[in-house]
């Protein structure tokens, strides 16, 4: 079965300051989606950004991008000018690619993420 | 803007208590989750579903938990009979899948569950 660790319980970062969130996952499938989302005090689950294992090139998305390294299982988010609204539990997620399609996400613990005004 | 909806938003119940939560997948989707959040044990998987078969239910208690599809637009999680370590946030999702194009998984808003 998949995991998704992430180590960082609570990182904290400077309003306009650049912080990197830590996930690391483990499976034996070549093909698969890795996911940031993001979990404000409201509840909401909000997809932040996505990764296809086969694609070589990061994603990315305004001020946030990711470190997706294939060999390692490493998928890490960068967050860029880090703004208040940016403060939320952030939550990392594995999917795999099976043919039979959308199929359910595996989720880290989550790192809080507090933004220092 | 489509969104996934979910009723209640909140509830507070007693020990013994049949809960029912409803879920409205975004119109077009497929493909419905039934997530759980908790402090112990984070989000997991309860049950999902395609085009309103099961597919997956092995996360869910079967002995007080149910989650049907009575049409296309709508998904319930049953709980009967409750009891304290049911209380959680339980989330649905959508998504849709068409041959082998996968979507992104849209999450409603939640529904806390408290119960006594």
């Known amino acids: 079965a998949q995991t998704v660790t992430q180590s960082q319980p609570e990182m904290s970062v400077q309003e306009a300051e650049t912080v990197t969130l830590s996930c690391t996952y483990d499976t034996s499938e070549s093909d698969y989606y890795l996911f940031w989302y993001k979990q404000p005090p409201s509840r909401q689950m909000i997809l932040v950004i996505r990764q296809e294992a086969y694609k070589q090139q990061n994603a990315t998305e305004n001020r946030f991008s990711v470190n997706f390294q294939k060999a390692a299982k490493s998928f890490s988010l960068k967050i860029s000018d880090s703004q208040l609204g940016d403060a939320a539990m952030y939550f990392c997620?594995?999917?795999?690619?099976?043919?039979?399609?959308?199929?359910?996400?595996?989720f880290g613990k989550g790192t809080r993420l507090s933004v220092i005004a | 803007d489509a969104r996934v909806t979910q009723t209640p938003r909140h509830k507070v119940t007693e020990m013994g208590q049949e809960v029912t939560m409803r879920c409205q997948p975004i119109l077009g989707h497929n493909t419905v989750f039934w997530y759980r959040q908790t402090m112990m044990q984070g989000l997991e998987l309860l049950a999902y579903?395609?085009?309103?078969?099961?597919?997956?239910d092995s996360g869910m208690p079967k002995d007080r938990f149910s989650a049907e599809m009575p049409d296309a637009t709508l998904a319930t999680l049953k709980i009967q009979p409750s009891e304290p370590r049911d209380s959680a946030v339980y989330f649905c999702?959508?998504?849709?899948?068409?041959?082998?194009?996968?979507?992104?998984?849209?999450f409603g808003p939640g529904t806390r569950l408290t119960v006594l």
């Open positions: 579903f395609r085009n309103r078969a099961p597919l997956d």
């Open positions: 997620a594995y999917r795999s690619s099976l043919l039979s399609g959308n199929t359910p996400l595996v």
């Open positions: 999702a959508s998504g849709l899948q068409q041959g082998l194009r996968t979507d992104t998984q849209y």
